[in-house]
């Protein structure tokens, strides 16, 4: 579906195909050693084994030792905690509000999967943190995420929290000058967590909504 127009000055807002971003979000195309790089460290965070359980399109990363909490701040100063959120399964992205491509599309795919779940779209709540505190301040965060749905909650910290948060979420992120300003690279995943407030997926930014409404309903479905 179309992205829709965030309503900030110089946010560009296009849609996009269903594969045609990578793992990090750059103007410039990702090398091969950094996508292997990535995948590998995701891989190393997860448990040697589990129990079987459902089945996932998206990457199952149950009881992954990294991402279990944050302390950050919505617009109206706020601190905010997963344990905020207990009994909504919470889709979590890093990004920023000047982002030309990547950020709107995994935003309107949200948008899309809530509609795609019916009555359950309830039972999500979608966060957008900022890797751009610097630009994004809490007025222009909250008109950006109001613009793809009121109850879309963006967050933010200082740059010391910032960093410390991105590390914890294993989340890459890195300023790109561009003329007299800057793009930023960073980690195009979506995280998803279920009701208890425990990070279950990990999904890929090329994903469609059809199947990562399919992951929400199988883990829904399977008592979080």
Known sequence: MPAPRSGVPGVATPAAGP?????VASPR??????????????AAALPACRPAGPSFRS???????????????????RTRRLADFRGKFVMMFFGYVQCPDVCPTALS??????EKLGAD?????????TVDPERDTPTILRAYAAAFSPDFLGL?????TTQATAKAFRVFYQ??????????DHTATTYVYDDAGRL????????????LAADLRTLMGAGG
Not at 29 to 42: N, Q, T
């Open 19 to 23: 594969n045609e971003f990578p793992l």
């Open 156 to 160: 933010y910290g200082d740059l010391p």
């Open 121 to 129: 779209g309830a039972r999500l709540q979608v966060i957008f943190m």
């Open 175 to 184: 300023k790109v000058p561009n003329g007299a300003s800057y793009t930023v």
């Open 109 to 114: 795919r949200a948008v899309a999967v809530r």
């Open 200 to 211: 279950r997926l990990a999904v890929p930014h090329a994903m469609s909504a059809d199947d």
């Open 29 to 42: 195309a990702p090398s091969v050693r950094r996508r292997a790089l990535a995948a590998l460290a995701l």
């Open 59 to 77: 990457t199952d990363v149950t009881g992954a030792e990294f991402g279990r909490d944050f302390a950050l701040l919505d617009p109206d100063g």
